[in-house]
Each structure stands twice: as structure tokens, then as C-alpha cells.
């Protein structure tokens, strides 16, 4: 999984079937510092809980439409978690 | 499966049900000279691994589910399967 920031939200009323009251949201990918790296994508909130601002994890691919109830969607990205802290006593620091 | 050191661990309350009572790990792939690359990832530990092991993780869904005896519907991918104690690369003549 990867950490991301929650920098958006989406709302579509036609869609695929089976995404019926499924929560998107834009984030943006973090690297292990939880700095931004790469482009922003479209995640589905399998918390339901999460907001604008907050640092996330993200599962991808078959295991992110496994996150939903209805979990034979066209989902490739999924938030499962939202981060409190990251204790990451041997990430070197910035040089 | 690839070679990585866990750097940190990832607290997290608000969570997939599935995730309650794991224990979740911050760790950077490593080259074959365990130099760390830019991969990472957040992985379930199943092995009682802690901050600054070497590790073997496993990346993949269906058998991390098996690994975890956690039933065909659990988001889950990363797995930390192993302790690495030590690796032997034979240079190319």
C-alpha cells in the first residue's frame, strides 16, 4: 500500500454498475517521506471516513475493488487507512 | 517477493475492517547490495519483524490472503513473510 493525501473530492451520478453510493476521492501519491511523487488519481474511501487534508494508505489493483461491499467493480485504487503517525526512525532525513 | 528493510511502523485507527489488530510496517525495498531503492510500501507483518530487520516480503494478493487465512475478500497484498539473516549474491564471472 502507499501513503496519499486526500486533496479532492468527486461526484458522479453515472457510472458503472455496482459503484452506487461508493465515495471517490482526488489524492495525491506520497512517497515514504509523505512527500508528493507522481500524479494525482481518483481513489475510492473503503473507510468512508476520510477527508479533505488527511494522509492516507491506498491499496491498489484487483485488492482495492475487494475493499468495497460490492466488490465486483471497476475499482483499482481503494483508501483502507487513515495514518495517525508514522514512526520512521531510519528514514535518513533530508540531506 | 523482494528484499527490504522495514524502516517505521504505520499507526492507524480508522481503518478496513480487515486491518483491525495488524500490525502494519513502513519498508524500503532493497537492491542486491541492500542499498535502498525508491520502492516502498506499507505491509502487514506476519512475522514479528520490527524496525531496522531485513525482510522478505510478499506482494501479491491472493497469497497474501492465503498467508493470512484471511479470506478471499481482504484488501491486503504486501506481507512481511520473513526474516532475512543474510544473502549471498555470486558476482558474474
Keep these: 500500500m502507499k501513503f496519499a493525501w486526500v486533496i479532492g473530492t468527486l461526484v458522479s451520478t453515472r457510472k458503472a454498475e455496482g459503484l452506487e453510493g461508493v465515495k471517490f476521492l482526488i489524492v495525491q501519491p506520497l512517497d515514504e517521506r509523505r512527500l508528493p511523487s507522481g500524479e494525482p488519481y481518483v481513489a475510492v474511501d473503503a473507510t468512508r471516513q476520510a477527508g479533505l487534508g488527511e494522509l492516507v494508505f491506498v491499496v491498489a489493483s484487483r485488492e482495492a475493488a475487494l475493499s468495497l461491499d460490492e466488490s465486483f467493480v471497476p475499482v483499482d485504487a481503494a483508501i483502507v487507512g487513515i495514518v495517525d503517525d508514522v514512526h520512521a526512525p531510519l528514514l535518513p532525513e533530508e540531506e | ?93
Design chain 2, 1 to 93: 517477493m523482494y528484499l527490504a528493510r522495514v524502516v517505521g511502523n504505520v499507526v492507524a485507527t480508522i481503518k478496513h475492517p480487515f486491518y483491525e489488530g495488524r500490525k502494519l510496517m513502513l519498508v524500503q525495498r532493497l537492491d542486491l547490495d541492500h542499498k535502498p531503492t525508491s520502492t516502498y510500501d506499507v505491509a502487514v507483518d506476519d512475522v514479528q519483524a520490527g524496525v531496522g530487520d531485513f525482510v522478505l516480503v510478499f506482494d501479491e494478493g491472493t497469497g497474501a490472503r492465503q498467508i493470512l487465512q484471511a479470506g478471499n475478500t481482504a484488501p491486503v497484498r504486501a506481507v512481511i513473510v520473513g526474516i532475512v539473516d543474510e544473502t549471498d549474491i555470486c558476482e558474474s564471472s
